[in-house]
């Protein structure tokens, strides 16, 4: 059973700043490529990031494209987002899960409020 905690999470105002990070319990030969997602209230939950196993590779939503940054330490079970440029708009639940096949069981997830 894979367990993930997503830390970080906050009130900032617009242009603001915020790191996540996310930790996950698993083996580090079973880390498979890692993505963030964000629920709105009153919307599904979608897309923000991911990051591949070994290379590094990464894909972004194209509304947080040039503002936010993934990326990972195998060696901690670690998933980070940087957040910067903070808009309203990314005000959300963030969760991290595994980017490949049927997610793992949700966390609590990590609220992040952008308000002035």
């Known amino acids: 059973q894979v367990q993930l905690v997503e830390l970080g999470g906050g009130l900032v105002q617009p242009g603001g700043f915020l790191n996540l990070t996310c930790v996950a319990s698993?083996?580090?030969?079973?880390?498979?490529?890692m993505g963030w997602f964000r629920q709105a209230p009153g919307k599904e939950r979608e897309f923000v990031a991911a990051?591949?196993?070994?290379?590094?590779?990464?894909d972004y939503a194209d509304s947080v494209k040039g503002r936010f940054t993934i990326s990972r330490n195998n060696a901690k079970n670690t998933v980070y987002l940087q957040m910067n440029s903070l808009k309203p708009e990314d005000t959300a639940v963030y969760y991290c899960?595994?980017?490949?096949?049927?997610?793992?069981?949700w966390g609590q997830g990590t609220q992040v409020t952008v308000s002035s």
């Open positions: 990051i591949s196993q070994r290379t590094g590779t990464t």
């Open positions: 899960n595994r980017n490949r096949g049927s997610p793992w069981a």
């Open positions: 698993v083996r580090t030969k079973s880390m498979m490529p």
